[in-house]
């Protein structure tokens, strides 16, 4: 798993046929799923994906050992 083999915090993978709508989020304790938002014009999948990673790293960066 690339998590242990790489040494990661988190990975992100998707499917081809879902790639711009949903992507998962792999960390070592859960599977997160991150979706775009259909019902606002213009969204991609990336908005809610790097909202999710800022909102995980600024935790990890406050309490590291955590």
Same mark, same amino acid.
Do not use: G, I, L
């Given at each position: 798993m690339a998590l &242990? &083999? %790489?040494n @990661?915090? @988190? $990975? $992100?993978?998707? !499917?081809h046929l879902t790639r711009?709508?949903? $992507? $998962?989020v792999v960390t070592s304790n859960e599977k997160i799923s991150v =979706? =775009? %938002?259909k019902t606002q014009v213009g969204d991609v999948v990336e908005n809610s994906l790097i909202r999710l990673i800022v909102e995980r790293h600024s935790a990890y960066v !406050?309490?590291?050992d955590l």
């Open positions: &242990k &083999k %790489y @990661m915090h @988190m $990975v $992100v993978a998707n !499917e711009k709508d949903k $992507v $998962v =979706r =775009r %938002y !406050e309490k590291p």
